[in-house]
């Protein structure tokens, strides 16, 4: 659906995003993950066609933005971050208004306000004025513009941004139900949207792509600082000698819990995969044993090992 070459945009000697190249397929929901000033904003509008990339080629659907601009703007929906509703306007006329203008008939535009309006719990609202909505549904509105034509394309730019917890959960639930018939390309500085709604993730620091995988993938890749942990009841001493004949084991740490407990966090050699072990372990020498897990790296993690050497670079 996407196909990304060599991209460069330059702001009066400033390079916002700097030769990146990326893909998306059909019916992907992928994340755009940065801090603010990473390029991502201007990575999208490149994409929607909203402004000319200094180089590189950028294709939606087969088609080039710039070249075929009219063809690829009908397979796009692009919701910006600061969504520019008409406040004065009631629901239902403004998204009448908008389908027109993308193209659409008069009998099929009503056809699809009422189909984008039930999908995005804007069927109490449509008589309201957008200016009395809260940002909730404001964001809801915008959604519904951008998914109005039925494009088979959604760029949605901070689409939670200033929405509190309840009304985060409704539209990441409405997004997540896009997958399949329609691509989504998000951006977004919120680790944890990324996790919930995503498929993959793409990386983004100082304008350039550090990373494209899907979350399972990235964790693979750090699987070597991964840690288990399990709490024990036995002896210290005991343990301290079983971790230190552990070959597979390269660092250990022991805190006492309470009781006859000791929380021990092990490191493995190369990722390996210890819980088995340690279960045995414990079997054999009768111990008893409350937890045994492995740590999983959040997103958050992973985003601070992907960055860290071009943050330090930068120092």
């Not at 990339?53 to 919701?79: K, L, N, P, Q, W």
């Not at 990324?194 to 990235?218: H, K, Q, W, Y």
């Not at 045995?280 to 045994?292: D, F, G, I, S």
Request: with cysteine; glycine share 8%; aromatic share 6%.
């Amino acid at each position: 659906m996407i196909e990304v070459s060599n991209l460069t945009k330059r702001y009066a000697g400033r390079t916002a995003v700097d030769d990146i190249s990326f893909t998306v397929a059909r019916g992907e929901i992928v994340g755009l993950l940065g801090p603010n000033g990473a390029g991502k904003s201007t990575t999208m509008r490149v994409l929607s066609g909203f402004m000319p990339a200094t180089s590189g080629t950028v294709r939606v659907a087969g088609f080039d933005v710039f070249h075929d601009a009219d063809e690829t703007r009908r397979r796009i929906g692009y919701m910006p971050e600061n969504n520019p509703l008409y406040p004065e306007m009631r629901v239902r006329e403004y998204l009448k208004f908008r389908a027109r203008l993308k193209g659409l008939g008069w009998k099929k535009s009503r056809q699809r306000v009422t189909t984008v309006m039930e999908q995005c719990g804007l069927g109490d609202v449509g008589r309201r004025v957008i200016g009395q909505l809260s940002k909730g549904y404001k964001q809801r509105v915008g959604l519904a513009d951008a998914l109005v034509h039925d494009p088979e394309l959604i760029i949605l730019d901070e689409p939670t941004i200033g929405l509190d917890p309840q009304q985060i959960r409704s539209v990441r639930t409405l997004i997540k139900s896009l997958a399949g018939k329609h691509t989504v390309l998000i951006s977004t500085h919120i680790l944890p949207e990324v996790e919930m709604m995503c498929g993959r993730v793409l990386i983004m620091f100082d304008g350039r792509v550090l990373a494209s995988d899907t979350p399972e993938n990235l964790q693979r890749r750090m699987a070597g600082g991964s840690q288990i942990i399990a709490e024990i009841a036995a002896p210290e001493a005991a343990l301290r000698a079983a971790w230190d004949h552990l070959p597979e084991v390269e660092h250990f740490d022991l805190v006492a819990t309470d009781g006859e407990f000791f929380r021990c966090a092990l490191t493995p050699r190369d990722g390996a995969d210890l819980r088995a072990t340690i279960f045995a372990l414990a079997q054999q020498n009768r111990w008893a044993l409350r937890e045994l897990t492995r740590s999983r790296h959040s997103l958050e993690d992973i985003y601070m090992q992907v960055t860290r050497p071009t943050t330090e670079a930068v120092e």
